[in-house]
């Protein structure tokens, strides 16, 4: 089973960029359909965006399409979120995850999660 392990978030002002990386182990990272998701402070975890295993096809919610970039590299086993123009809704712990099952946006069909990582956007 793989083991995920997201990193690069942090404390930023409104307008800004950060890309997020979510690492793989343990596991064929190319078998995976990948997402992310993010959960803010007193509301439930929301997909922020998804890319299937090898054709690349991507998912963004309405809130962060033509700002976030999400992408993998199957060879070096990590996936990417690149957000840019950053903005204090943005706040959030951002979570990377892993499905061995069909390409989704449903949390629940998500088998593999890691710990998080907080991003912090200041108006």
């Known amino acids: 089973q793989v083991q995920v392990v997201e990193s690069g978030g942090g404390l930023v002002q409104a307008g800004d960029s950060l890309r997020l990386s979510c690492a793989a182990s343990?596991?064929?990272?190319?078998?995976?359909?990948m997402g992310w998701f993010r959960q803010a402070p007193g509301k439930q975890r929301e997909i922020v965006a998804a890319?299937?295993?090898?054709?690349?096809?991507?998912y963004y919610t309405d809130s962060v399409k033509g700002r976030f970039t999400i992408s993998r590299d199957n060879a070096k086993n990590t996936m990417y979120l690149q957000m840019n123009n950053l903005k204090p809704e943005d706040t959030a712990v951002y979570y990377c995850?892993?499905?061995?099952?069909?390409?989704?946006?449903?949390?629940?069909?998500?088998?593999?999660w890691g710990q998080g990582t907080q991003v912090t956007v200041s108006s």
């Open positions: 343990g596991g064929t990272f190319s078998r995976y359909n």
């Open positions: 890319i299937s295993r090898i054709v690349d096809n991507t």
């Open positions: 995850a892993a499905s061995g099952r069909a390409y989704t946006t449903n949390p629940t069909s998500y088998d593999y």
